[in-house]
């Protein structure tokens, strides 16, 4: 008989999805635990509501997204008068792929946002696309490795390691298991269970063999079975591992192995 996997997607915007959570909860039956990443004041206040209604399976962040980091300066106070109430900061970091925001108003966005994380002692979520080697500079200067969780990850077999010698964690979505995903598989194989995390960015990025279709929580799975075959490790191991994790950094505990 199989046995029940629980999985936890640290990473699933619900409250950007536009479909009821209650449907997308409900699907999601061995997803026994989910993050909520605010992008902004108003997302991140409809995170923490969202996890105040379902207090036992949802945990929220709140930070600004690079793309809108040229609000850093007005949305600050409103972010900061959040954080009690949070499981981590963010997302924040770096997109210098899409540049929707000047990039040196990214920077102050994250620097500040790092400097929060620090002073109030959490975790940072951290979004990073075409920036590997800015963000890297600024986790290593600021000393926040091993209490940042580099969310869709998709860094190749180098910046893997660099990254991994920060002590950073990885959460691994749905390019891990797309045909065109070798580059993050090669980075993934380097990566220890111990250290990955999984997530859908959901309504984004859906795994095969969903991909292009909204995405959502109960499909994290998909992102499991292919670490799972990277590694060579049944996907329970995978389940049970990244859970695991993800408790670590999201509730503090300390690791179970
Ligand atoms: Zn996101």
Not at 130 to 152: K, M, N, W
Request: glycine fraction near 6%; charge should be negative; charged fraction near 25%.
């Amino acid at each position: 008989m199989a046995i029940r996997m629980s999985w936890f997607d640290t990473h699933c915007h619900l409250q950007l999805d536009g479909r009821p959570p209650a449907e997308l909860l409900a699907r999601a039956d061995s997803v026994d635990w989910l993050v909520v990443p605010g992008i902004d004041k108003e997302s991140s206040r409809a995170a923490i509501e969202l996890a105040a209604a379902y207090p036992d399976r949802l945990v929220a962040t709140a930070g600004l997204h690079p793309h809108e980091a040229d609000q850093w300066q007005k949305q600050r106070d409103d972010i900061v008068s959040m954080i009690s109430r949070v499981a981590a900061v963010g997302e924040t970091g770096l997109d210098f792929y899409r540049n929707l925001a000047d990039p040196l108003a990214q920077e102050s966005s994250f620097v500040g946002q790092i400097r929060l994380a620090l002073e109030h002692e959490k975790p940072i979520v951290v979004h990073c696309r075409d920036a590997f080697s800015r963000v890297y500079e600024l986790i290593s200067e600021h000393q926040v490795g091993p209490s940042t969780v580099l969310h869709c990850w998709t860094g190749g077999p180098r910046w893997t390691r660099r990254f991994l010698d920060l002590g950073c964690w990885f959460s691994f979505a749905g390019p891990v298991a797309f045909e065109t995903g070798e580059t993050v598989r090669l980075g993934a194989e380097l990566v220890p269970p111990t250290r990955a995390l999984v997530e859908t960015d959901t309504p984004y990025l859906a795994p095969p063999p969903h991909k292009g279709e909204p995405n959502e929580p109960a499909w994290v799975e998909f992102v499991g079975a292919a670490l799972a075959e990277v590694w060579s490790i049944p996907v329970e191991k995978v389940a049970e591992q990244t859970t695991a994790n993800a408790r670590a950094i999201f509730f503090a505990e300390s690791p179970s192995r």
